[in-house]
């Protein structure tokens, strides 16, 4: 099993320019999430996905969308990036409340 | 609203003794209280976690203990090794929305030998 897989690895984006930052899990999970990490801030929560079908806000979502396409996927879209956007993201999963994250290998994210 | 603070933020110990890192949380309600560990370049991973219905936790040279009157949850590391350096997050999850975990800022341990 390869768990929770982010693609791309690393990216470097134009200010305005717009991307999607694509997370699969193979786990079966029925939550799915999107973190940013930046440095000495922790993990901030952008996006979650209870389950398929539902998406919500978390700490830090403007700027970003995110797609529960089925219950294997969960994408985040920059629309139009900013520098403060720059930071490494990533995506994680876990079968049900309350049970153990797996993340994927994160995003670095450059916005010049 | 919902928060974690963690403390502190830089911690330095000497190999063989022990490490404790602090956290405190703002929902009364919340029930679930894991810790990750995030070595350097790479994704974070569980290491211990508690339920709101246990006060302590154990495994090998680890342990949790949550105080729910108080909101607050420690993990304690005994006997360091230079391998338990890295950065550790508490979260803790939020009964009005189950799925939505909040980390604290997390903590550098550094083993000193």
């Known amino acids: 099993n390869a768990g929770v897989t982010q693609t791309p690895k690393f990216q470097v984006l134009k200010t305005g320019q717009s991307m999607t930052l694509q997370c699969a899990q193979d786990?079966?999970?029925?939550?799915m999430y999107w973190y940013r990490q930046d440095p000495g801030m922790g993990l901030r929560l952008i996006y979650y996905?209870?389950?398929?079908?539902?998406?919500d806000k978390g700490e830090v979502p403007n700027g970003y969308n995110v797609s529960r396409l089925n219950k294997r996927e969960f994408s985040l879209r920059l629309e139009s990036a900013a520098p403060s956007q720059t930071s490494v993201y990533f995506c994680?999963?876990?079968?049900?409340?309350?049970?153990?994250?797996?993340f994927g290998q994160g995003t670095r994210l450059t916005v010049v | 609203g919902e928060n974690v603070e963690q403390h502190p933020s830089t911690l330095s110990v000497q190999e063989g003794d022990s490490a404790v890192i602090k956290c405190t949380y703002s929902?009364?309600?919340?029930?679930?209280f894991p810790w990750y560990k995030q070595e350097l370049g790479k994704r974070p991973q569980l290491i211990i976690d508690?339920?709101?219905?246990?006060g302590e936790k154990k495994d090998q040279r680890i342990a949790v203990t949550l105080n729910k009157t108080a909101k607050h949850f420690s993990l304690h590391i005994t006997e360091t090794q230079p391998e338990d350096s890295a950065v550790y997050f508490c979260?803790?999850?939020?009964?009005?929305?189950?799925?939505?975990?909040?980390f604290g800022s997390g903590t550098r341990l550094s083993i000193r030998p």
């Open positions: 994680a999963s876990s079968a049900e409340a309350n049970t153990e994250a797996f």
């Open positions: 786990m079966n999970h029925n939550s």
């Open positions: 996905s209870a389950s398929e079908g539902t998406t």
């Open positions: 929902d009364s309600a919340s029930n679930y």
């Open positions: 508690i339920r709101s219905n246990v």
């Open positions: 979260a803790a999850s939020w009964v009005s929305s189950a799925s939505k975990i909040i």
